[in-house]
């Protein structure tokens, strides 16, 4: 399997360079083929600039979204974005790996998910969901977090962590139809001993062994919705965004 690791880490004594640092060897020797996104290291621009195309189509209204698709047709992107494309394109499995930051993605992992998730490539004209341009693809995320599990769970305080998830988990890589595997989460890293966190690593590399088997996250089928896109009369709500739903009625 050709597996792509995107990663926030800023400092190379961090838990998260030791989690990618298990995540590299554990997946070369179990015969994978592995590439790297170190976006601090790679000095990766976040941000969504109009410099992102080459030749816009209309350089004075830019609409993001618009000048993807023209850049996609033309050719045209920022030499960074087309790099970072091709690897998105090649692997088999995208691992987004970082320290969660405010229940979510740093800022960093967002913005080469604005630059890289291209409108006419990984969406677009239909493409989305089960549909979604990079169908056929696994996606995990791999994460530390200051939080202990209690916290998490359906009664925690912070929220049941599949909710927290779920914008990144299908707003993100199930909308660009890819199957998502159940994610690694390294827990209270910083209050850990050394022992307990050399742990953590060991369950780390033991999930990534199964990485080509394990069984992908439940999400419903677009042909599950009508053409109203609510769920269809009959069809048991078994994906976290729709499960935890009331029904809103429209006029």
Same mark, same amino acid.
């Given at each position: 399997?050709?597996?792509?690791?995107?990663?926030?880490?800023?400092?190379?004594?961090?838990?998260?360079?030791?989690?990618?640092?298990?995540?590299?060897?554990?997946?070369?020797?179990?015969?994978?083929?592995?590439?790297?996104?170190?976006?601090?290291?790679?000095?990766?621009?976040?941000?969504?600039?109009?410099?992102?195309?080459?030749?816009?189509?209309?350089?004075?209204?830019?609409?993001?979204?618009?000048?993807?698709?023209?850049?996609? $047709?033309?050719?045209?992107?920022?030499? !960074?974005? %087309?790099?970072? @494309?091709?690897?998105l394109l090649w692997?088999?499995? +995208?691992?987004?790996?970082?320290?969660?930051?405010?229940?979510?993605?740093?800022?960093?992992?967002?913005?080469?998910?604005?630059?890289?998730?291209?409108?006419?490539?990984?969406?677009?004209?239909?493409?989305?969901?089960?549909?979604?341009?990079?169908?056929?693809?696994?996606?995990?995320?791999?994460?530390?977090?200051?939080?202990?599990?209690?916290?998490?769970?359906?009664?925690?305080?912070?929220?049941?962590?599949?909710?927290?998830?779920?914008?990144?988990?299908?707003?993100?890589?199930?909308?660009a139809g890819m199957?998502?595997?159940?994610?690694?989460?390294?827990?209270?890293?910083?209050?850990?001993?050394?022992? $307990?966190?050399?742990?953590?690593?060991? !369950?780390? %590399?033991?999930? @990534?062994?199964?990485?080509?088997?394990?069984?992908? +996250?439940?999400?419903?089928?677009?042909?599950?919705?009508?053409?109203?896109?609510?769920?269809?009369?009959?069809?048991?709500?078994?994906?976290?965004?729709?499960?935890?739903?009331?029904?809103?009625?429209?006029?």
């Amino acid at each position: 399997m050709k597996v792509l690791i995107v990663c926030a880490t800023m400092s190379e004594r961090s838990f998260n360079a030791s989690m990618l640092d298990t995540a590299v060897a554990t997946l070369r020797a179990g015969g994978h083929e592995v590439r790297l996104s170190n976006l601090q290291a790679m000095n990766f621009d976040p941000d969504t600039r109009p410099e992102d195309f080459i030749e816009p189509k209309d350089p004075a209204h830019v609409r993001y979204d618009l000048e993807q698709r023209h850049a996609v $047709e033309q050719g045209t992107f920022s030499d !960074d974005i %087309a790099a970072e @494309l091709d690897k998105l394109l090649w692997c088999d499995c +995208l691992i987004l790996q970082f320290p969660l930051y405010w229940f979510s993605l740093p800022a960093i992992i967002k913005g080469w998910i604005d630059r890289i998730f291209v409108n006419g490539v990984v969406y677009g004209g239909g493409k989305w969901y089960d549909r979604g341009g990079l169908r056929g693809r696994r996606a995990m995320l791999a994460f530390s977090t200051g939080c202990y599990p209690s916290m998490c769970g359906p009664d925690g305080i912070n929220g049941d962590m599949d909710i927290i998830l779920w914008p990144i988990q299908n707003g993100i890589l199930r909308f660009a139809g890819m199957d998502v595997l159940p994610p690694f989460i390294a827990w209270s890293v910083a209050y850990k001993t050394d022992q $307990e966190r050399r742990e953590m690593l060991a !369950d780390y %590399a033991g999930h @990534l062994k199964r990485i080509d088997t394990m069984a992908p +996250l439940d999400f419903h089928h677009r042909d599950d919705f009508t053409k109203e896109w609510r769920l269809k009369d009959g069809v048991t709500p078994r994906a976290t965004g729709q499960m935890g739903a009331r029904p809103i009625r429209f006029p």
